[in-house]
């Protein structure tokens, strides 16, 4: 059973950071695209960021710079260090893989988390 789990959500304040990381089970995942999508109250489901197995990476303009992703195929996991974190920034914050994923859009990710709570405080 595929099953992603997200950690390292919680409160902090404008400007600080905060790293979530993804941990993927059930499979391998080496040939899939991993990224991260956000979703703010009231608001569809965004991306955020992605890898694919190349190691080619997108980000949503919105966190340029201040976001990293990453990923690391020897534990099945990806990561998401955010920096400067700002109050907009507050979503419940969802990885996700796929196959046929092609970076930001959202078909092609057949798996995903059940997300984590990220709060910034202004």
């Known amino acids: 059973q595929v099953q992603l789990v997200e950690s390292g959500g919680g409160l902090v304040q404008a400007g600080g950071s905060l790293r979530l990381s993804c941990a993927a089970s059930?499979?391998?995942?080496?040939?899939?695209?991993l990224a991260w999508f956000r979703q703010a109250p009231g608001k569809e489901r965004e991306f955020v960021a992605a890898?694919?197995?190349?190691?080619?990476?997108y980000y949503a303009d919105f966190v340029k710079g201040r976001f990293t992703i990453s990923r690391d195929n020897a534990k099945n996991t990806v990561s998401l260090q955010m920096n400067s974190l700002k109050p907009e920034d507050t979503a419940v914050y969802y990885c996700?893989?796929?196959?046929?994923?092609?970076?930001?859009?959202?078909?092609?990710?057949?798996?995903w988390g059940q997300g984590t709570q990220v709060t910034v405080s202004s």
């Open positions: 890898v694919r197995w190349s190691g080619a990476l």
């Open positions: 996700a893989a796929g196959r046929t994923a092609i970076g930001r859009n959202e078909k092609g990710y057949d798996y």
């Open positions: 059930g499979r391998t995942f080496t040939s899939d695209a």
